[in-house]
Each structure stands twice: as C-alpha cells, then as structure tokens.
C-alpha cells in the first residue's frame, strides 16, 4: 500500500523511490525547483538531483515523515551550491558550512545561532559525513530557550559541491574531514559533543558556539559605524 503523506514510514521500502506516491511527490517537487532554475539546469537535470537527494536521506532517516519535502529542500540547496560554482549566479554574501560527523548537534546550533545574527548578510549551511537521523533533541531544547526553532532542520550529507561553494568551513572538533580546495578558510573549533548529554550539559556548548559565532560575523561582515 502507497505510503500517506504526513505519516511517519518506519521501513525503508516504505519510502522506496518505486513508491508511485513518493514518486509523484519528488516530481512535484522537482517540477517547482525547476521553475526557479530555468535557464540554468534543465528539469532532467533537477530531477536527478532530487531524487539523488531523496536516496541519501532515506539511507539515514528512521522516521521519514515529510521526507520528499526535506530531499527537495536539500537538492534546492546542492543546486545552488552548483550554480554558484559554475559562475551561474553571483553573490556578495560570504558564506558558511559547518561541519560535523551527524550534523545533529553542534553544527545545527553554530549555523541556527550565525543565520540569526546574521539576519540575512551571510549564507549558512550544516552538513555531517555520517548524519543522524534526527537532531538532539536536547540541542532542540537549548536553542528553542533562545527563541530559535531547530524542528523543521535535518541532519545533511556532506556534498563536495557545498564545501566548493562555501567561503569559510569550519568543523567542530569532531574529527570530520572536508576536501581541500584552494581559495576556502577552513578552521576547526574544538567543542564538547553534546551527544548523550541533558539540557543542563548542552547550555555551556550552545554559549560557546553562540560566543565564537558572534566573532566569526564581527570579521566576515563588520559592523557599519
């Protein structure tokens, strides 16, 4: 039986691209994304990508609620990256991949906590080498005491196309690795893992990322006097 949007699928065949309703869902998906990139991707080419990003999240995901809406959000994102890469579209903004192996905890929170302060002047990305399947849910709750709502965010693969993209990548001490490529900032903030860790725990981590994030826009977008 099709799987019902909305519903949670608990078994990766229950989300299989064969799945006739996930696959009219990722090409209605697709079918929009494509609008926006008329004359820079064909839609053969955004649908690749969608379901490409489908796969990848469903390799990981355990509960799938929503899951085409999440690989279309993430193959918008590739897609940019792309286009920015090729020359295609031109930005002023610097912009930012944090890194971290499940992209479930402090790298949710450093690129929440940059995007806020930012408001807009900088592009913020997160991605994880191995990703979780769902975010801490004590680092949901740290961020939430801080106004900001992390329960529409997912844990990403690390794609080569966002490290390309990003001006500054910045791991979080957890020994992930990232491609080299000339022309980025790469540095590496060694942080707690918040992993298995209570609210009470994670507070001092989301301050000190907040701390270090604050300084990281002093330099990549000074204040106006």
Request: a negative charge; charged letters at 25%.
């Amino acid at each position: 039986m099709d799987h019902i949007e909305g519903e949670p699928c608990q078994d990766v065949e229950d989300c299989r691209l064969t799945d006739r309703h996930v696959q009219t869902l990722l090409n209605r998906e697709a079918d929009e994304i494509a609008r926006h990139f008329t004359g820079t991707f064909s839609p053969e080419t955004v649908r690749n990508c969608v379901e490409d990003s489908y796969t990848h999240l469903a390799a990981t995901a355990r509960i799938r609620t929503h899951l085409p809406v999440l690989a279309a959000r993430f193959a918008r994102q590739r897609l940019e990256a792309t286009a920015k890469n090729q020359g295609a579209t031109v930005s002023d903004k610097p912009e930012v991949l944090f890194v971290c192996v499940h992209n479930a905890g402090r790298s949710q929170m450093a690129a929440a906590l940059l995007d806020h302060h930012a408001a807009g002047r900088v592009t913020v990305r997160s991605a994880g080498s191995a990703p979780a399947d769902t975010i801490n849910p004590a680092v949901v709750e740290a961020m939430h005491e801080l106004g900001l709502d992390l329960t529409k965010e997912f844990p990403k693969p690390l794609t080569t196309e966002a490290v390309q993209a990003a001006d500054v990548v910045i791991t979080m001490g957890c020994g992930d690795a990232c491609p080299i490529f000339p022309g980025k900032r790469y540095l590496d903030w060694q942080l707690d893992d918040p992993a298995g860790k209570g609210i009470d725990a994670v507070r001092p981590i989301r301050d000190e990322i907040d701390r270090r994030v604050r300084a990281l826009l002093d330099e990549l977008v000074p204040a106006r006097a």
